[in-house]
């Protein structure tokens, strides 16, 4: 079609008509050689900004939990899906999302 992908019509093609505003790809992953996608997510920024620290506070707050003494626990697998997040509430990915959609939702 000789459209540019960098172009703003290729762009808008590549994401099937929508723009852009904020992506959650909802994993944000580790594996023997490190992060399986090297760039932070925009949330992993925010819990960064907020203040939880690490290289991946996705999986470190997020997607973990404390166990009976304290202990973090990762959260694959589900096998400790029955105790909360160690992220606060006000600062989980529902919370974000939402905020980010109603961020949007002003824009327009």
Known sequence: MGIELES??????????????????GLYPEGPKG???PLKSTYEKYLNQVGYV???PWNDWENSVEGEN?????????QHA???????EKHSETA???NRALEFLKTT
């Open 8 to 25: 703003s019509t290729g762009q808008l093609l590549q994401q099937c008509g929508f723009q852009i505003f904020d992506r959650m790809e």
């Open 35 to 37: 992060r399986y996608n």
């Open 54 to 56: 690490g290289q991946n």
């Open 70 to 78: 304290g202990e973090v626990l990762e959260g694959w697998y589900m």
């Open 82 to 88: 029955h105790r909360p997040a160690r992220v606060s």
């Open 96 to 98: 974000y999302t939402t």
